[in-house]
Nanobody, 122 residues
Framework: QVQVVESGGGLVQAGGSLRVSCAAS????????MGWYRQAPGKERELVAS???????KYADSVKGRFTISRDNAKNTVYLQMNSLQPEDTAVYYC????????????????WGQGTQVTVSS
């Protein structure tokens, strides 16, 4: 089995910083893209940032210059450093990982974490 678990959310004042982490564990052969999504109340889930296994990154326009995604392949972990947080960044942040399980050749499965709440007060 494979698990994807986020940590590090919380409450922060506008202008502050938070780092969220996501660790994948279990029968993992390799991990391709990893990403962070967020969903605010009454809104659809949106991509915040993604990173390939080689380190190529993509960001939503709304977070460019403020958020940084990184990963530690040895630990199967992806991070999202969030700076200059604003109230509109308030959402549940979800981790997504495209994982090839041991024994499944090159078949990629998409796994989601349970989400972590990030709340930014004004």
């Amino acid at each position: 089995q494979v698990q994807v678990v986020e940590s590090g959310g919380g409450l922060v004042q506008a202008g502050g910083s938070l780092r969220v982490s996501c660790a994948a564990s279990g029968s993992i052969a390799s991990i391709n893209d990893m990403g962070w999504y967020r969903q605010a109340p009454g809104k659809e889930r949106e991509l915040v940032a993604s990173i390939s296994s080689g380190g190529s990154t993509k960001y939503a326009d709304s977070v460019k210059g403020r958020f940084t995604i990184s990963r530690d392949n040895a630990k199967n972990t992806v991070y999202l450093q969030m700076n200059s947080l604003q109230p509109e960044d308030t959402a549940v942040y979800y981790c997504n990982a495209h994982i090839i399980k041991i024994g499944t050749a090159t078949i990629t499965f998409s796994y989601w974490g349970q989400g972590t709440q990030v709340t930014v007060s004004s």
